[in-house]
């Protein structure tokens, strides 16, 4: 059982950056970033694998970057020129192996006003 603690949300101005943070209490194959707005489902961000290759939704590409250190298991997303429509709690996600992801962390809110 692997668990995951995020942290870094808050409340930020239009075009403003944060930096969210999620650390797993384990080795992990994936990790990544849902959101999930009022009165949405939960969409997809941005995912790294740990070896390589990542993977962003088109309405963050090119303004959140995702990271990650192997050595602490944790996983980071910056997050850049954010706007009002990127207000959401934000949830990481991982898995062990290949596949679905399993575990869920807390999750985060982040709120732009504009």
């Known amino acids: 059982q692997v668990q995951l603690v995020e942290s870094g949300g808050g409340l930020v101005q239009a075009g403003g950056s944060l930096r969210l943070s999620c650390a797993a209490s384990?080795?992990?194959?994936?990790m990544g970033w849902f959101r999930q707005a009022p009165g949405k489902e939960r969409e997809f961000v941005a995912a790294r694998w740990r070896s390589d290759g990542l993977h962003y939704a088109d309405s963050v590409k090119g303004r959140f970057t995702i990271s990650r250190d192997n050595a602490k298991n944790t996983v980071y997303l910056q997050m850049n020129s954010l706007k009002p429509e990127d207000t959401a709690v934000y949830y990481c996600?991982?898995?062990?192996?290949?596949?679905?992801?399993?575990?869920w962390g807390q999750g985060t809110q982040v709120t732009v006003f504009s």
């Open positions: 996600a991982a898995n062990e192996v290949a596949g679905a992801y399993e575990y």
């Open positions: 384990g080795r992990t194959f994936a």
